[in-house]
């Protein structure tokens, strides 16, 4: 983690797919940490703001406490939440988010939303028509949030997108039965050549991820 600690925790709870008011936010005193330039033009959240917070053994319990046992969302949490946070949970003797606690939200839209070109929060915050005005001035926990929580409402009620390998069956079997066409058409009758194989799989591989 390089160093680097946890200065803002933001949660909200969602309940039978409804966002409540229930929520969770605080500031976190970083033990020393300094804050990098890049990091601050982000978020907007100095060392000396943070100088009178807790610090993260007086949140962490809060925190755990807050989610329970319930599923927790994070976007792109498997690679950076859900690691940075029991790295800090860790420091504290804490028990860590069990896996089976862990959905991370990026994961699901790219099994489920086919089209953005990105699949960062602001795309699939304006994929789906969410406002992101709230964040218009920096980058906050909570905010994150309350629209990762409306992105994944969205999610929840998306059909996961078509397998490419199942378009391509149809495509042919349309193919087929086409009555111009038709399992009669010419076709030759030997061998691909090893460049047009070749050729190919490294097509198939490109459309198939």
């Not at 804490?94 to 939303?113: E, K």
């Not at 920096?138 to 378009?167: M, R, Y």
Request: aromatic content about 10%; overall charge negative.
């Amino acid at each position: 983690m390089r160093g680097d600690r946890c200065i803002e925790i933001g949660a909200v709870e969602i309940d039978d797919g409804v966002i409540t008011e229930h929520t969770f936010h605080e500031y976190i005193n970083p033990d020393g940490k300094v804050i990098p330039p890049d990091s601050y033009m982000v978020h907007k959240i100095s060392n000396a703001f943070l100088e009178d917070k807790p610090k993260m053994a007086a949140i962490a319990p809060k925190f755990l406490e807050f989610v329970g046992d319930a599923p927790i969302v994070a976007h792109n949490g498997a690679d950076f939440d859900f690691p940075f946070m029991n790295h800090e949970l860790a420091m504290l003797n804490l028990p860590p988010i069990p896996r089976t606690q862990q959905l991370d939200s990026i994961v699901i839209a790219r099994n489920r939303v086919f089209g953005p070109k990105s699949y960062s929060l602001d795309a699939l915050a304006k994929w789906f028509g969410i406002s992101l005005t709230a964040r218009a001035d920096a980058h906050g926990a909570l905010i994150d949030a309350e629209i990762l929580a409306k992105v994944f409402l969205e999610l929840e009620n998306t059909e996961p997108a078509p397998d490419v390998h199942d378009i391509i069956e149809k495509q042919h079997a349309a193919f087929l039965a086409h009555p111009k066409i038709g399992a009669d058409f010419p076709y030759r009758k030997f061998a691909a050549h090893d460049d047009e194989l070749e050729n190919h799989n490294a097509f198939m591989a490109k459309i198939t991820g």
